[in-house]
């Protein structure tokens, strides 16, 4: 786990960076943005990764990937102000996504082949999505 503290730290400070621009006396640009009004930046910078990738740019990627990471964190920081949730709860539902898709992987199913591994994955999120239909939750 050593091996993770520096950028354990990063991400902290990221969050403390997003915190002070959102919070009072920060960025007046940022304290009025909202899901909806960041929701073309979040597209802008997919389309700016998806060009950089497209150009084998490694260094824009990662730039890109900044830019990105950082609409990711406005928006949980945006749900937490309003008690909705928060990175951690990203997080956790992101982890926990990934377990449950990768039954070969954390589990005892097997896949041979990538093939294998989507179809096994599409059929997880089907099942997922048919469970959240039934529970009442939007899909």
């Known amino acids: 786990m050593k091996g993770f503290e520096k950028e354990s730290k990063k991400f902290s400070e990221l969050l403390g ?8 006396g920060g960025c007046p640009w940022d304290r009025e943005q909202s899901h909806k009004s960041l929701l073309k930046y979040l597209r802008e910078e997919s389309g700016e990764f998806a060009r950089a990738v497209r ?5 824009n990627m990662k730039e890109e990937l900044g830019d990105i990471l950082l609409q990711v964190a ?4 945006l749900a ?3 008690k909705k949730f928060d990175i951690g709860g990203v ?5 926990r996504k990934l377990i449950r898709r990768h039954p070969h992987v954390f589990g005892k199913s097997r896949a041979k082949n990538a093939g294998d591994v989507v179809k096994q994955w599409n ?7 048919k469970r959240r239909k039934t529970r009442g939750v939007d899909a």
Do not use: A, C, F, W
């Open 17 to 24: 960076i997003i915190r002070k621009l959102l919070g009072p």
């Open 55 to 59: 150009k084998r740019d490694y260094g």
């Open 80 to 82: 937490r102000k309003g």
């Open 91 to 95: 997080l956790s539902v992101l982890n």
């Open 74 to 77: 406005l928006h949980s920081e």
């Open 123 to 129: 059929k997880i999120k089907k099942r997922e999505k």
